[in-house]
C-alpha cells in the first residue's frame, strides 16, 4: 500500500515508562498465549494473576497493573519481555506505539507519531521515514485485526478519499506558511470551512483538484486585510462562550485513565466539580490533570494576555499540525468518527487551547513568557485526548466547539495570540 506521513517527525526511545504506565494494553488471546509460555525473571505466571478480561472487548484481554504501571515492567524502566525474549513477542499494541498506522478504504497506509510521547515532542532521534520498513509490516498486521478507515467530509458530502487529501493538503499549505503570522493562519482555517459549508460551494468539496489548492491560498491572500480587521478589535465574549471554551480546554487536559483506576466514586464526583470549577474560572490545572502544575486563581482566557512568545516555540505545534493534515488522521476512523469540517474545527481550536494551557504553566512558574518546553508540555497532554477522549465525539460537545470556531468567538479567543 502507499505510505503516507508527514516527513519532518522524529523518534528515538528515551525509555521514560509513560506508555507502560496506567493505560491499558490490550491483547489478543493468540499474544496471551504466546507469553505465557515465555520464561521471565520475577514474573510467576502459576501464581499471579497477569492477564484480565478487557471490559469494553470480551475478545481482548488487558495487562494488569503493579504500582500503576504494566506488570512487565522492571524497575530500569525496560520492558521485560523486551528485554529478555525481543521486541517481537510483545503484543502488538506495544511494539506500535508511539505510532498510530491506519490503513484506508482505497488502499493507502498512513502514519504519524504520537506526540504524547514526551520522546516524539523532543524532537530528536531519526526521522519517521527510517521507519518505513517497520510500519509497513505493523500496517499488514493490522489489516488483519481491524476495518478499514473512511471519512466524509461533513454529514451531507461524502467525496473520494483522494478528494479529501487534497483539501486537507491545501490546508497543510497556508496553515504552515510562515509568511502569515499564526493567528491568521487559524483564522483562515476557519473562514474557508465556513465557506465551503454553503451549499453553492459544494462542489468545490466534491470534485478537488489540483485547483483547490491554489485557489484557497488565493482566497486567505486576499483576505488577510479582512481577518487582521476583525481581529483587530473583536467584540468580547460572553459569559456562555467564556464557560464552554474553559470547558474545552478542561475536555482537553483532564485524565481520563488516572480516574479509571479510582475505585471509590466520591473520587469521580470530585473531578466533576473541579470541571465545574475550571469552567466557572476559579480551578485549576493540577487538579484535572497531575501532569500540569496548579494554576489556582488564574483565569485561562486571561493568562495568554500580556505573555510573550520565544522564537521557537510554536515550531513543535506546526509540526504536529502538519503531522495530522498529511495523514489525515483528524477525521473518520483515526479521529473519534468526526467528519472532516467537525475534525478541521476541533485543530483549529486546539491552538488556542494549547496556548491556555502554555500560559498557564508559565505564569505558575511566574514567568512572562512562553518557551519551547511549555508548549511542549501542553501537546503532549493535548495529542492523549485529541483523537481519544469520546467527550469530543458528543454531539453538544461538538456542537461547543463549532461555536468556538464562529468569526467573533474566535476572533476574541486569537487576538492575544502572535
Known amino acids: 500500500m502507499p505510505l503516507k506521513f508527514f516527513a519532518d517527525q522524529y523518534f528515538a526511545c528515551k525509555n521514560c515508562g509513560k506508555c507502560c504506565g496506567i493505560w491499558e494494553v490490550p491483547l489478543t488471546q493468540e499474544e496471551k498465549e504466546r507469553i505465557e509460555k515465555l520464561s521471565i525473571p520475577g514474573i510467576?505466571?502459576?501464581?499471579?494473576?497477569?492477564?484480565?478480561?478487557?471490559?469494553?472487548?470480551?475478545?481482548?484481554?488487558?495487562?494488569?497493573?503493579?504500582?500503576?504501571?504494566?506488570?512487565?515492567?522492571?524497575?530500569?524502566?525496560?520492558?521485560l519481555i523486551h528485554k529478555h525474549h525481543g521486541e517481537q513477542l510483545k503484543p502488538l499494541t506495544c511494539r506500535i506505539y508511539p505510532f498510530d498506522i491506519i490503513n484506508w478504504d482505497d488502499d493507502v497506509t498512513s502514519a504519524t507519531l504520537r506526540y504524547d510521547c514526551p520522546?516524539?515532542?523532543?524532537?530528536?532521534?531519526?526521522?519517521?521515514?527510517?521507519?518505513?520498513?517497520?510500519?509497513?509490516?505493523?500496517?499488514?498486521?493490522?489489516?488483519?485485526?481491524?476495518?478499514?478507515?473512511?471519512a466524509r467530509y461533513n454529514r451531507k458530502l461524502k467525496p473520494k478519499l483522494s478528494n479529501l487529501r487534497i483539501i486537507a493538503e491545501a490546508?497543510?499549505?497556508?496553515?504552515?506558511?510562515?509568511?502569515?503570522?499564526?493567528?491568521?493562519?487559524?483564522?483562515?482555517?476557519?473562514?474557508?470551512?465556513?465557506?465551503?459549508?454553503?451549499?453553492?460551494?459544494?462542489?468545490?468539496?466534491?470534485?478537488?483538484?489540483?485547483?483547490?489548492?491554489?485557489?484557497?491560498?488565493?482566497?486567505?491572500?486576499?483576505?488577510?486585510?479582512?481577518?487582521?480587521?476583525?481581529?483587530?478589535?473583536?467584540?468580547?465574549?460572553?459569559?456562555?462562550?467564556?464557560?464552554?471554551?474553559?470547558?474545552?480546554?478542561?475536555?482537553?487536559?483532564?485524565?481520563?485513565?488516572?480516574?479509571?483506576?479510582?475505585?471509590?466514586?466520591?473520587?469521580?464526583?470530585?473531578?466533576?466539580?473541579?470541571?465545574?470549577?475550571?469552567?466557572l474560572g476559579s480551578g485549576s490545572l493540577g487538579k484535572l490533570c497531575a501532569q500540569?502544575?496548579?494554576?489556582?486563581g488564574i483565569d485561562p482566557l486571561e493568562a495568554v494576555k500580556g505573555m510573550k512568545w520565544d522564537e521557537d516555540a510554536l515550531d513543535i505545534y506546526?509540526?504536529?499540525?502538519?503531522?495530522?493534515?498529511?495523514?489525515?488522521?483528524f477525521c473518520g476512523f483515526p479521529c473519534l468518527g468526526l467528519t472532516f469540517e467537525e475534525g478541521m474545527q476541533h485543530l483549529i481550536?486546539?491552538?488556542?487551547?494549547?496556548?491556555?494551557?502554555?500560559?498557564?504553566?508559565a505564569r505558575a512558574d511566574k514567568r512572562g513568557n512562553i518557551t519551547k518546553d511549555d508548549v511542549s508540555k501542553a501537546l503532549i497532554i493535548i495529542d492523549h485526548t485529541f483523537s481519544r477522549s469520546q467527550l469530543f465525539a458528543i454531539g453538544y460537545v461538538k456542537r461547543m466547539t463549532a461555536i468556538l470556531c464562529t468569526e467573533g468567538t474566535l476572533a476574541s479567543l486569537l487576538k492575544p495570540l502572535p
Open 44 to 79: 510467576d505466571f502459576s501464581k499471579n494473576k497477569i492477564f484480565s478480561k478487557n471490559k469494553k472487548h470480551k475478545s481482548l484481554y488487558v495487562i494488569n497493573k503493579k504500582n500503576r504501571c504494566c506488570i512487565f515492567l522492571g524497575a530500569d524502566k525496560l520492558c
Open 119 to 150: 520522546a516524539v515532542c523532543s524532537q530528536s532521534g531519526k526521522k519517521i521515514c527510517s521507519f518505513g520498513t517497520d510500519i509497513s509490516a505493523l500496517a499488514k498486521e493490522l489489516y488483519k485485526k481491524r476495518k478499514f478507515a473512511d
Open 171 to 279: 490546508y497543510k499549505n497556508f496553515l504552515l506558511d510562515t509568511r502569515f503570522r499564526p493567528t491568521i493562519r487559524i483564522f483562515a482555517a476557519a473562514k474557508l470551512i465556513e465557506f465551503h459549508s454553503r451549499p453553492e460551494n459544494s462542489v468545490d468539496v466534491l470534485e478537488a483538484g489540483s485547483f483547490f489548492s491554489r485557489d484557497a491560498m488565493e482566497l486567505v491572500k486576499r483576505s488577510i486585510k479582512d481577518l487582521e480587521f476583525i481581529l483587530s478589535e473583536p467584540a468580547p465574549l460572553n459569559l456562555h462562550e467564556k464557560m464552554i471554551f474553559r470547558f474545552l480546554v478542561g475536555g482537553f487536559i483532564r485524565s481520563d485513565e488516572e480516574y479509571a483506576m479510582k475505585i471509590l466514586p466520591f473520587a469521580r464526583l470530585s473531578r466533576v466539580k473541579e470541571i465545574l470549577k475550571f469552567s
Open 292 to 296: 500540569l502544575p496548579e494554576t489556582s
Open 318 to 329: 506546526w509540526n504536529y499540525i502538519g503531522s495530522r493534515l498529511e495523514s489525515l488522521h
Open 349 to 361: 481550536i486546539s491552538y488556542p487551547v494549547l496556548a491556555s494551557i502554555s500560559a498557564l504553566s
